[in-house]
């Protein structure tokens, strides 16, 4: 009687799930820096006139954990393509420059209490993020559609910005 042999080795599904888990907690924590260090809890942005459709505050955090989630996620799946590849290495460049912009608007808008500069730094932003979503579309179709909440939040964002510097200018 001949039995079924079974490997060790291992099916790569733990690991990649724990390898994506990881991306998103690095989006994430990458993400939130500038809100612990220098956030919307200030007496200066409280004053601000703000739009009829300035979302209530809770919603940001649940917002934007949301969405750095669905960037790590995003991220991982352009990655695991392999960073030998160019249109891998363009998507991954991107995604580390438009987050750069997305970390920058923090500190612009609440530390330098500029809403005009951090307007600057989110319209760029806004760019950015719409040129990293076609570019990760070229590389995994998934992860490009991953982003588009993102890209609308950002729009959104970049409306909020405008309408509380033109009522406080």
């Known amino acids: 009687m001949e039995s079924s042999t079974q490997t060790n080795e291992p099916t790569g599904r733990l ?32 004053a601000l006139e703000k739009p009829a459709f300035y979302p209530p505050g809770w919603l940001f955090g649940v917002v934007w954990t949301v969405l750095f989630s669905l960037m790590g996620l995003a991220l991982y799946l352009v990655v695991r393509r392999g960073l030998d590849r160019g249109p891998v290495r363009l998507a991954v460049g991107l995604f580390v420059l438009q987050m750069a912009f997305n970390v920058a608007w923090t500190p612009a808008f609440f530390a330098l209490q500029a809403p005009l500069a951090a307007l600057g730094v989110i319209a760029v932003l806004f760019v950015l993020v719409a040129a990293t979503v076609a570019a990760f579309a070229r590389v995994d179709r998934r992860a490009g559609a991953l982003l588009v909440p993102y890209l609308a939040w950002v729009g959104f964002a970049t409306v909020l910005n405008y309408a509380i510097w033109s009522l406080n200018a």
């Open 15 to 46: 690991p990649d799930a724990l390898t994506a888990l990881a991306f998103v907690v690095a989006v994430n924590v990458v993400g939130a820096v500038p809100a612990l260090i220098g956030g919307p809890d200030t007496a200066w942005f409280r």
